[in-house]
């Protein structure tokens, strides 16, 4: 039990809470949610294949300047895919990030709906 309380005071979570959290999350067929800390993704769900979230979660870190962002929006181009990806990241505690994925011809809005519930279960988890 003090265990627990130490790892989750150091702003560590379990990526099976995370992963489990991410489950009960309504996607979009071409919509991809990321939690990521710094380059390393922590866990995913939807269309992207693995590879591809963890390219987008490294690009993200790369690409991360501003410290008190409340969120980034950008796109990218995946290696296999022809369209490029629309990518709206919130930064979260400890160097946590959130970070939604669809197509670039997606409404912003609807990626921001879906970060509501998202937001709301990462701060109930230690990390929002």
């Given amino acids: 039990m003090d265990e627990e309380r130490t790892s989750q005071t150091k702003g560590e979570v379990e990526p099976e809470v995370i992963r489990g959290l991410l489950q009960h999350v309504a996607l979009g067929v071409s919509q991809t949610v990321i939690v990521a800390r ?7 769900r939807g269309m992207l294949k693995q590879v591809e979230a963890l390219d987008v979660a ?4 790369q690409t991360w300047r501003e410290v008190n962002q409340t969120q980034r929006v ?3 181009r995946l290696p296999l ?4 990806s629309l990518l709206l990241t919130y ?5 946590y990030r959130l970070i939604l994925v669809d197509n670039e011809g997606t409404s912003l809005t609807s990626l ?3 970060s509501v519930p998202l937001l709301g279960a990462l701060e109930v988890a230690g990390i929002g």
């Fill in 38 to 44: 710094g380059p390393q993704m922590i866990a995913y």
């Fill in 58 to 61: 490294a690009h993200v870190a």
């Fill in 74 to 76: 950008q796109f990218m």
């Fill in 81 to 84: 895919s022809p369209i490029p």
């Fill in 91 to 95: 930064p979260l505690r400890d160097g």
């Fill in 112 to 114: 921001r709906k879906l």
